[in-house]
Nanobody, 115 residues
């Protein structure tokens, strides 16, 4: 059974906005949830994470531009991306780490920002 389903993404010009969403099966506040990005030729890196629905941790490169939120009744995570830059281009993955340490990853969704 698919644990994480991602939606959104696509192509946008620099300065534009996109919203990514993912639905997380067995949504629980006792987990670490967030989004990761992998640019071509680069390793996967964390964009934003939240542990136990507490404080948010953003990568420096996206602070003030990306905004993470959760919608527990709908088992959904959102990533609102604004003022997009070409360096934001990559495949974005929704990730959930359960309390027991088990990791669930989405399949990834492409975001392309053109100049």
């Amino acid at each position: 059974q698919e644990q994480i389903l991602e939606y959104g993404g696509g192509s946008v010009q620099a300065g534009g906005s996109l919203t990514l969403r993912c639905v997380v099966n067995d949504f629980s506040r006792f987990s670490v949830m967030g989004w990761w990005k992998q640019a071509p030729g680069d390793r996967r890196e964390e964009v934003v994470s939240q542990a136990n629905l507490g404080a948010l941790k953003y990568a420096d490169s996206v602070k003030g531009r990306f905004f993470f939120s959760t919608d527990p009744p709908n088992s959904m995570l959102r990533l609102r991306m604004t003022d997009l830059k070409t360096e934001d281009t990559g495949v974005y993955y929704c990730r959930r780490t359960r309390q027991n340490g088990w990791d669930d990853w989405g399949r990834g969704i492409q975001v392309t920002v053109s100049s």
